[in-house]
C-alpha cells in the first residue's frame, strides 16, 4: 500500500494512503519514529520505503546510480 506524507496535529506523519492511519511496520510501531515538524525528511523516507514495497512485489525499479 502507498505511503504518504500528511500533517496530523503540530507534526507531519508517514500515513497508508487508502486508510489514513499512521503507517508501521513489522513490530507495530510507527515507520515515522513519532513525526516531525519538517516534511522533507518523511517524504524521502516514504519514497523509500514505496519503492522498496514495489521491488518487493516484483517491480524492476533500477537502483540509483
Known amino acids: ?3 504518504i506524507v500528511r500533517k ?3 507534526k507531519y ?3 497508508e494512503s ?3 492511519w499512521i ?3 513489522r513490530t507495530g510501531k510507527a515507520l515515522d519514529r513519532g513525526g516531525s515538524r519538517s516534511p522533507t525528511s518523511l517524504r524521502k523516507q516514504a519514497a523509500a520505503i514505496n519503492i522498496a514495497q ?3 512485489r516484483g517491480h524492476e525499479i533500477p537502483k540509483p546510480e
Open 13 to 15: 506523519r508517514i500515513l
Open 18 to 20: 487508502e486508510t489514513g
Open 8 to 10: 496530523r496535529g503540530d
Open 1 to 3: 500500500m502507498p505511503l
Open 23 to 25: 503507517a508501521k511496520g
Open 54 to 56: 514495489a521491488r518487493q
